[in-house]
């Protein structure tokens, strides 16, 4: 639909679309799905051999000159003869100060956050501890031999496993084996992962983590809008000419389901709309998107007035507001890489603090104020 609509060329061209995505192998096979999805293995969109190339495509190798040539006629001219679409994803890491919340260690501060919520829903918990122990801790005992310590790490695991497969619709031959309901274990699994969602994320009443989460690439992503729109406004025909990466059409962040919560969150109380209300739970394939839209033709004269940006989670657009409205809205709670360092105790090693004049009023609570 993208493509139809010429907004993306019908060939992946990496000037046009900018790809992250955390480092591990579920996110980033997501996005390579969804890439795969845009630009699916359409042998006439293969990139093409010149002569030249061909002459010189013999490897320096001891190999036998026949069947190489025999190769090279079966290339027919593609440099990807499967017509394999190959794109650049950017890994997310510890090191950008893009915090992943499965992975903050390094953050003693809000290690210390996370102990503390773990402390305050312990009743919570300890039922949901109880109510699995009591109704398959015997069966999986007899099942595997031995007996399981059932407590929340064992819970953590067993659910994040389970909820993967039956989401993915694989075979559980082992869980099969044991005679446990699956359906029944499809409503513990999800009322259990949402004890930590509810108190971690959207319980966090003074939402460290959306901020943690949520600023390092929100701070890009409306930069990458501003230069967008700011071509456009200055009518550059940018997909003619492509001189660097710096103006993508568009950007794909392949996170986790408590990057998307931080992320609805952080746009919520930015944007002004009430968490309790708006606030969904993400499921597998759920997905936050930014539009950016104009009604004026590109021969026209703009303004960034002109142009609008539409918030949706998932198909559902929870708000449209022109550009400089989003952004003015969104920066102030913007934390800066400085105060991330402070907050978190990191070692402040790099002289370039991303501070600037529209940044300084930060939605910072006082209680977790960097020092």
């Known amino acids: 639909m993208l493509m139809k609509k010429k907004f993306l060329s019908e060939k992946f061209d990496p000037h046009e679309i900018l790809i992250y995505s955390s480092p591990f192998n579920r996110t980033i096979i997501s996005v390579a799905s969804q890439l795969q999805g845009l630009y699916p293995q359409y042998e006439e969109l293969g990139d093409t051999i ?12 001891n190999v036998d000159d ?15 003869p499967y017509s394999m679409m190959l794109a650049p994803i950017r890994m997310i890491n510890i090191n950008e100060r893009k915090i992943i919340l499965y992975d903050i260690d390094p953050c ?11 402390e ?8 949901i501890t109880k109510e699995f122990k009591d109704k398959y801790a015997e069966t999986l005992n007899e099942f595997y031999g031995g007996k399981q310590v059932y407590n929340m790490k064992f819970l953590d695991n067993f659910c994040d496993a389970f909820i993967s497969s039956y989401t993915h619709k694989r075979e559980m031959t082992e869980l099969n084996k044991t005679g446990l309901k699956e359906d029944e274990l499809v409503d513990f699994c999800f009322r259990y992962v949402k004890i930590n969602f509810r108190d971690w994320v959207n319980g966090d009443k003074e939402h460290v983590f959306a901020h943690l989460e949520s600023s390092k690439m929100m701070k890009e992503i409306i930069h990458y809008m501003g230069e967008r729109i700011k071509a456009d406004i200055n009518k550059e025909k940018i997909e003619d000419k492509y001189e660097d990466y710096s103006r993508p059409k568009m950007m794909m962040i392949s996170g986790h389901d408590s990057t998307v919560s931080c992320y609805q969150i952080f746009l919520l109380n930015a944007l002004g709309k009430d968490v309790v209300e708006y606030y969904q739970y993400p499921k597998f394939t759920t997905q936050i998107a930014f539009e950016v839209t104009t009604t004026k033709a590109f021969e026209e004269e703009k303004t960034e007035d002109d142009y609008l940006v539409t918030y949706y989670f998932n198909d559902d657009p929870i708000l449209n507001v022109t550009f400089p409205e989003f ?10 890489a400085k105060q991330i360092d402070n ?11 991303d501070d600037d004049d529209s940044n300084k009023a930060l939605v910072i609570p006082k209680r977790i104020a960097p020092a």
């Open 50 to 61: 010149e002569d030249n190339q061909t002459e010189v495509s013999k490897p320096e190798v």
């Open 66 to 80: 026949e069947e190489i040539q025999n190769e090279i006629k079966k290339l027919n001219r593609s440099a990807l």
């Open 108 to 118: 003693t501060k809000v290690r210390d956050e996370i102990k503390a919520k773990h």
């Open 120 to 127: 305050s829903t312990f009743e919570t918990i300890k039922e």
């Open 327 to 336: 952004r003015d809205k969104i920066k102030p709670h913007i934390w800066t």
């Open 343 to 353: 907050f978190c105790g990191f070692e402040n090693d790099d002289e370039d603090d």
